[in-house]
Structure formats: C-alpha cells, structure tokens
C-alpha cells in the first residue's frame, strides 16, 4: 500500500471515530448510571440496561445527524477534490 493510500485510511478512521465518539459517550453515560441504580435497587435485567443505552444512543444519533453528514460530505470533497 503507498502512503498515499495509508494516509486515506488513517483520515477514514479518524473521521469515524471522530464521528461515533458521541454517540459513544452517551451509552457510555447511560451504561454507568443504570449499572449503578441497578447495584443500588439489586434489579439485575439484563434488558434494564440494554434499553435504554440503544434509546440514547439514537437520541444523539438523530440529534447530530446534520453535523454528522457535515463531516461525512467533507471528508468525501477532501477525498475526491484530491
């Protein structure tokens, strides 16, 4: 692979981890504060904790959906204006 090539890929990964890291965050968040509550009430569901991750974690999806496709349609001018 040239560097060229590697230089594409390494941009690739940082876009996309630049672009999942909040959403992330927020079934990171949410994880952590129904863990607790779980440990605190010893309610232990699997689906308790399950749930409301994937509900955040589209909440933010959807509420960063427009800079998302921000960085997505730049990072594809940079890749094919050159």
């Not at 990171?28 to 955040?56: M, N, R």
Request: glycine share 6%; net charge negative; proline share 2%.
């Amino acid at each position: 692979m040239s560097t060229e090539g590697l230089d594409i890929a390494r941009e690739a990964l940082l876009v996309a981890l630049w672009i999942s890291t909040p959403i992330l965050i927020a079934g990171l968040v949410v994880g952590l504060v129904v863990s607790i509550a779980q440990a605190v009430t010893q309610i232990q569901e699997q689906t308790l904790s399950f749930v409301p991750k994937i509900a955040a974690m589209i909440l933010v999806a959807v509420a960063l959906l427009g800079w998302i496709a921000t960085q997505m349609v730049a990072f594809a001018e940079r890749m094919f204006v050159g």
